[in-house]
């Protein structure tokens, strides 16, 4: 059984750094491609940042310079750090696996099987 749990959310102030972790158990992490996507309230789940088997990274423009997504295959941890944070960041942030490795990067929710339960993000102005 797959399970992705994300850890690191919280509360911030515009301009400050968060750092979310998502722990993975049950795929073979190497191989896998992972993502980052956010959900704001009365919004659909949209992508912000992916990362493939072979360290390729892509970004949503909204984030491109401010946050990046890092791997450690060692622990099956996928990270993304979060800088220059804006009130318009706030979300749930959802940590995301896929087995595919046939196409990159992957954006779009359907792209991938696995999901964690979510981590809140708010950033006060």
């Known amino acids: 059984q797959v399970q992705l749990v994300e850890s690191g959310g919280g509360l911030v102030q515009a301009g400050g750094s968060l750092r979310l972790s998502c722990a993975a158990s049950g795929l073979t992490f190497s191989s896998s491609g992972l993502g980052w996507f956010r959900q704001a309230p009365g919004k659909e789940r949209e992508f912000v940042a992916t990362?493939?088997?072979?360290?390729?990274?892509y970004y949503a423009d909204s984030v491109k310079g401010r946050f990046g997504i890092f791997r450690d295959n060692a622990k099956n941890t996928v990270n993304l750090q979060m800088n220059n944070l804006k009130p318009e960041d706030t979300a749930v942030y959802y940590c995301?696996?896929?087995?595919?490795?046939?196409?990159?990067?992957?954006?779009?929710?359907?792209?991938?099987?696995?999901w964690g339960q979510g981590t809140q993000v708010t950033v006060s102005s």
């Open positions: 990362i493939s088997w072979s360290f390729s990274t």
């Open positions: 995301a696996a896929t087995s595919y490795r046939n196409s990159f990067p992957r954006k779009r929710v359907e792209e991938y099987e696995y």
